[in-house]
């Protein structure tokens, strides 16, 4: 269980899970990530993994959805792609995240 200790100036949310400890308890196991009533079970490398290059630009529809990476700092951070503060949210306002809230990972059985 760990805890948003920071959210950025895009609505990013920071945890205090660090990728190292994460890896250390993890050892190859499938996971969910749970914040609120949002689920992951992928961390992505980057951003932009999310998005289906595939997929041409005009029928993409990535924008607005919602992902998990570990940050420059590795911390695992919570993210909404293309998001914006001002007009469609973030992923602390769309998902209703502040500081100290609960991120949980619960990891498969071995």
């Not at 290059?53 to 607005?64: A, H, L, S, V």
């Amino acid at each position: 269980i760990g805890s948003v200790i920071y959210i950025d100036n895009y609505g990013n949310v920071v945890t205090n899970i660090k990728k190292k400890f994460f890896e250390s308890i993890q050892k190859t196991r499938s996971f969910e990530i749970s914040a609120r009533s949002y689920k992951f079970k992928t961390i992505h490398s980057k951003y932009s993994d999310i998005v289906n290059f595939d997929i041409p630009e005009d029928k993409r529809q990535d924008e607005g959805r919602a992902l998990v990476v570990f940050n420059a700092s590795n911390f695992l951070e919570i993210a909404v792609y293309k998001s914006n503060t001002a007009t469609v949210g973030s992923a602390s306002t769309l998902m209703g995240l502040k500081l100290m809230d609960t991120v949980t990972v619960t990891f498969s059985k071995i």
